[in-house]
């Protein structure tokens, strides 16, 4: 799948940045455009992979921007991306249509630009363009303060409605209890590149063999149609590169069948691992409308029945036939992947906590205004109100 990407704020130019390298670093390729979009210049100029033409800073001209960000505060990021929305055109105008299957908005849910601005300019997508708007939104650590939570659940309502689907990941399930602030976020955004690109990179044409039962975009299209959310279960199996390991074994007198008994039990426990591993935002599986199964690495290793086995079980868990699978051949590639996207997900624990902290969070902050007016009210006023300001 083809793909024109847009990352608004820090948190959603940082992935959009890593997504660039981890697609080089993969000899990917299906990203045809990437831009960047924030209201604080310096977190722009941290961007390693993305030139500086397919930076835009906006919110220059405002007053409580210039600059300097939004300052957490998502009705001003939404603000300033409609009043900028000609300098994002002119990004868009460059993207070239005729080469990308649809367009993918990423943001962190929780700060001012992204959780304000992503949903805006998906909206707008939507509407000048015939191609589908994938949101990426990424949900914030509840450690990190009522006002990101509120921010991020006022945020996810609005970008679910206005995006064809939205991923989900869940900062707190990939937090490690020893990263610093830094390197966890480095982290969590590899494995966020690491799961789009692997599901989203399927089918492209290039260098790669192209197998018989190859996954198409075309068929990650129909898995994420109908709106709602989303999340992506991985696993990741380097057995096949170890010198005395299962794959080496198999091609002891040249490449064993395809269907060898030992390997479609390998793909098919690759399968299940990945679902019953951390997805990308826990959600129970079978409130899943839709599922699709990718499998990625040699094609020595991409096993048809261990495949077909896998999705049997999948559509026993989901409850659902509407599971699709196919392969994703990588000739030289190091290790075996399965990428299960669960599509249109209904149960998702994250954001039924999300929401009931996001309402708990509104109402402490009203309280607290409330009772700063009273008292500021009587700090400027003398107990016997006897004075007369000037």
């Known amino acids: 799948m083809k793909l024109a990407v847009i990352g608004f704020g820090n948190a959603g130019g940082k992935i959009t940045d ?17 831009i ?8 722009l100029a941290r961007l390693e992979h993305l030139p ?5 800073l906006i919110g220059q001209t405002d007053d409580r921007v210039k600059g300097h960000g939004a300052g957490a505060d998502p009705d001003l990021g939404a603000e300033i991306t409609e009043r900028d929305r000609h300098e994002i055109d002119r990004a868009l105008d460059m993207v070239p249509m005729y080469e990308i299957d649809a367009f993918l908005v990423v943001a962190g849910l929780g700060g001012g630009t992204g959780s304000g601005g992503a949903p805006r300019i998906a909206e707008q997508i939507n509407d000048r363009y015939d191609e589908p708007v994938y949101g990426l939104g990424v949900l914030p650590s509840k450690d990190e303060g009522g006002r990101t939570v ?12 206005a995006t064809t689907n939205l991923i989900l990941f869940d900062n707190d399930v990939w937090r490690g209890s020893g990263d610093s602030v830094e390197a966890g976020y480095e982290r969590t955004n590899e494995e966020i590149a690491r799961r789009i690109i692997t599901l989203l990179g399927a089918g492209e044409i290039d260098s790669s063999n192209i197998s018989e039962h190859a996954m198409d975009s075309s068929d990650i299209r129909r898995t994420l149609s109908g709106g709602g959310v989303s999340t992506i ?13 299962l794959l080496s074994s198999l091609r002891s007198n040249g490449t064993k069948p395809l269907d060898d008994p030992d390997w479609a039990t390998k793909v098919n426990g690759l399968v299940r691992q990945a679902v019953q591993s951390r997805m990308t935002c826990p959600a129970e599986i079978d409130s899943a409308e839709r599922s699709l199964i990718v499998l990625s690495g040699p094609p020595e290793a991409l096993s048809r029945k261990g495949l ?7 559509e026993q868990q989901t409850d659902s036939v509407e599971v699709l699978s196919g392969d994703d051949p990588r000739p030289g590639a190091g290790s075996l992947a399965a990428v299960v ?3 249109n997900v209904t149960d998702v624990p994250p954001i039924d906590a999300l929401q009931e902290l ?32 000037v």
């Not at 660039?20 to 990437?34: G, M």
């Not at 309402?359 to 902050?365: P, R």
């Open 308 to 314: 077909e086995s896998g999705r049997r079980w999948l």
């Open 358 to 389: 996001g309402v708990k969070a509104k109402e402490n902050i009203e309280a607290q205004r409330e009772r700063r007016e009273e008292q500021f009210e009587e700090l400027v006023t003398d107990d016997d109100d006897a004075l007369d300001p």
């Open 150 to 161: 509120l921010n991020a659940a006022r945020s996810f309502q609005s970008f679910a409605d």
């Open 52 to 56: 500086r033409e397919n930076q835009i």
């Open 18 to 34: 890593k997504l660039v390298w981890y697609q080089q670093a993969a000899d990917r390729d299906l990203i045809r455009s990437a």
């Open 36 to 43: 960047s979009v924030n209201s604080a210049r310096v977190d």
């Open 341 to 343: 996207l669960l599509a």
């Open 233 to 245: 279960a991985y696993a990741e199996s380097k057995e096949v590169i170890d010198s005395g390991g």
